[in-house]
């Protein structure tokens, strides 16, 4: 991003004004009576620049050290700009400088550094690294919560394998503190498009992963890491990840579809019903 701008005033004062060149300015600065030269007549200039530019990269990589990984680095750099000065002394002001006064008394001498500019130069650079590391340690507690005290376990961004590992741990403390497995309901809460194209209802899912990736509480830049958790795509494709997750021992779905209208929606729920729900009834 470039940002510039240059302006250049006259710098005036209100009040009479007798204007006699070749005289020295005058200022009272109770009755703002001027007189000769105008000392403000060559103005001021503002020179400003602001060049941003900044990059970032991200990588996802799931199943690494004992956990998942999103990996980001960038660069920030900002170079910036302020040039401030008077013009040079001119023929209508040739003495540069200004004689006030307070009510008829001497007061003062005002005096310019001109045409010097006075120019301020900045040049910011940030470079920065990340690692978003979500262990799997947070599925395993979180299985051995709901085997130990629950009835239900209902995660929402775990991937089919990720579900495997915490449906496991859950039986396993379920049996450990006497209690049922077949007992504990295991469900999932999905984001969900569903069309007669993989590309098309990709298209539907795109806008709100991109929202969240800006504003949600987990980080998914990379929307491999959303399209690995969710269910989007094709008729299809929406069977394939329903029974992913049904093999690694999903019993229950809460679907939240993803619609810009309710057309859209009305399409989808169709879908739904006449290819996917009665394959499971």
Same mark, same amino acid.
Request: charged share 30%; glycine share 8%.
């Given at each position: 991003m470039r940002w510039s701008s240059r302006s250049s005033t006259g710098d005036g004062t209100s009040g009479a004004?007798?204007?006699?060149?070749?005289?020295?300015?005058?200022?009272?600065?109770?009755?703002? $009576?001027?007189?000769?030269?105008?000392f403000t007549i060559n103005g001021r200039d503002q020179?400003?620049? *602001?060049?941003?530019?900044?990059?970032?990269?991200?990588? $996802?990589?799931p199943g690494l050290l004992g956990g998942n990984h999103e990996l980001k680095a960038g660069i920030d750099h900002l170079a910036s700009s302020f040039n401030d000065g008077y013009r040079a002394i001119g023929e209508n002001n040739q003495f540069g400088y200004q004689l006030r006064f307070d009510n008829g008394v001497p007061f003062e001498i005002s005096t310019r550094n001109t045409p010097?500019?006075? *120019?301020?130069?900045?040049?910011?650079?940030?470079? $920065?690294?990340q690692d978003s590391w979500t262990l799997a340690r947070r599925v395993t507690l979180a299985a051995k919560r709901a085997g130990k005290y629950g009835e239900g376990w209902i995660p929402g961004w775990l991937s089919p394998k990720e579900m495997k590992v915490g449906c496991d741990i859950l039986n396993k403390?379920?049996?450990?503190?006497? *209690?049922?497995?077949?007992?504990?309901?295991i469900a999932v809460e999905k984001l969900a498009t569903i069309a007669k194209t993989r590309e098309e209802g990709l298209n539907l899912a795109m806008p709100t992963l991109k929202?969240?990736?800006?504003? $949600?509480?987990r980080d998914i830049d990379s929307m491999q890491f959303a399209l690995d958790r969710h269910i989007f795509g094709s008729v299809d494709?929406?069977?394939? *990840?329903?029974?992913?997750?049904?093999?690694n021992g999903v019993q229950h779905f809460e679907l939240k579809v993803i619609y810009p209208t309710m057309d859209s929606l009305t399409q989808q729920m169709e879908l739904w019903a006449e290819n996917i729900l009665p394959r499971y009834n």
């Open positions: 004004t007798v204007s006699a060149p070749g005289k020295v300015s005058t200022l009272d600065i109770s009755t703002l $009576y001027v007189t000769g030269d105008n020179d400003d620049n *602001r060049h941003h530019t900044k990059a970032v990269v991200s990588w $996802y990589k010097a500019k006075g *120019r301020n130069l900045g040049n910011y650079v940030g470079v $920065y690294g403390t379920a049996e450990e503190n006497g *209690r049922d497995p077949k007992k504990i309901t929202t969240s990736s800006e504003s $949600y509480e494709d929406v069977r394939r *990840r329903v029974d992913e997750f049904i093999e």
